[in-house]
């Protein structure tokens, strides 16, 4: 069964700091990375991994987000540097499957950037 459990949101003042991860497990993965849907808004990619190893990053958080990977634990990381108000949405950790090529979810994580 695969399961992607994320962790690591909360509320934080701007220009604060949150770390978002996410356990993948139950198949091989060939793409790993996280979403986030603000209320009103679609859901965008925030920053992937590809499935050649290279990064993908938004334009809107370019400089301030960071994406990481422990290939040893099969987790993906999300380092949120220089929060703003507009970052506030739940963030979804997705993974492709290597071997069927399905998109997984997890349930999302709010992160809510307020003073």
């Known amino acids: 069964q695969v399961q992607l459990v994320e962790s690591g949101g909360g509320l934080v003042q701007p220009g604060g700091s949150l770390r978002l991860s996410c356990a993948a497990s139950?198949?091989?993965?060939?793409?790993k990375g996280w979403y986030r849907q603000a209320p009103g808004k679609e859901r965008e990619l925030v920053a992937e991994f590809t499935s050649g190893g290279s990064t993908n990053y938004a334009d809107s958080v370019k400089g301030r987000f960071t994406i990481s990977r422990d290939n040893a634990n099969n987790t993906v990381n999300l380092q949120m540097n220089s929060l703003k108000p507009e970052d506030t949405a739940v963030y979804y950790c997705?993974?492709?499957?290597?071997?069927?090529?399905?998109?997984?979810w997890g349930k999302g994580t709010l992160v809510t950037v307020s003073s």
């Open positions: 139950g198949t091989t993965f060939s793409k």
């Open positions: 997705y993974a492709k499957g290597y071997w069927n090529g399905i998109n997984y």
